[in-house]
């Protein structure tokens, strides 16, 4: 079993509890109701005009900056997947740390999920004008147009197979795999 040497540098700022700090952060209404205005009636009723706005979306530099931490710290906790090799060899309380760090990953795994959530809730309510919302969800989640693509092999194939029989200054054309696919090569003489 290896020694395990005391890291050097500041102590961390990790806490646990930021932990459920970032789920209660990113579990936010996508949209809130405003008063728009407000008039008084004859008979002393108030009528008011409301509107919908949308929310400040979550974010994790907004997070960071709510627990008054450096952003590319909370960024590299968010990602911090693996335990060390060395990790049976580390103190219990270093253990333990790795562990909630691990915990801490997987909750912005899940408060991803909100914000793209709170993106579709927000945009499909109409709060949030349409191409704001589709440049924020393209860049900030998941979200991707599909592009559908068909290729006709039928107009190809007879070219390739002329290709293969005749020799124009080329040899052979030849099926190599190269990084897992099948690729046609032309080699010169």
């Known amino acids: ?103 801490f990953c997987n909750a912005y795994k899940h408060a991803k999920q909100a914000q793209e959530d709170f993106l579709i809730q927000g945009g499909l309510s109409g709060a949030m004008p349409a191409s704001a919302f589709i440049f924020t969800a393209k860049n900030v989640s998941s979200m991707r147009d599909k592009v559908e693509q068909e290729i006709k092999i039928t107009e190809v194939k007879p070219l390739l197979d002329n290709l293969r029989t005749k020799k124009i200054g080329y040899s052979e054309v030849e099926t190599k795999v190269i990084d897992g696919k099948e690729a046609k090569v032309i080699e010169s003489d």
């Open 1 to 103: 079993m290896g020694t395990y040497l005391k890291p050097q540098g500041r102590p961390t700022k990790f806490r646990k509890e930021f932990i459920e700090k970032m789920i209660d952060f990113f579990n936010v209404e996508p949209i809130r109701k405003e008063i728009m205005a407000e008039s008084s009636k004859p008979n002393g009723e108030v009528s008011k005009t409301y509107k919908y706005v949308p929310n400040y979306l979550p974010t994790l530099i907004r997070f960071a900056k709510s627990i008054d931490v450096d952003f590319a710290t909370v960024y590299r906790w968010s990602t911090k997947e693996e335990l060390p090799e060395n990790f049976k060899e580390l103190p219990k309380a270093k253990q333990q740390e790795l562990l909630d760090m691990q915990g």
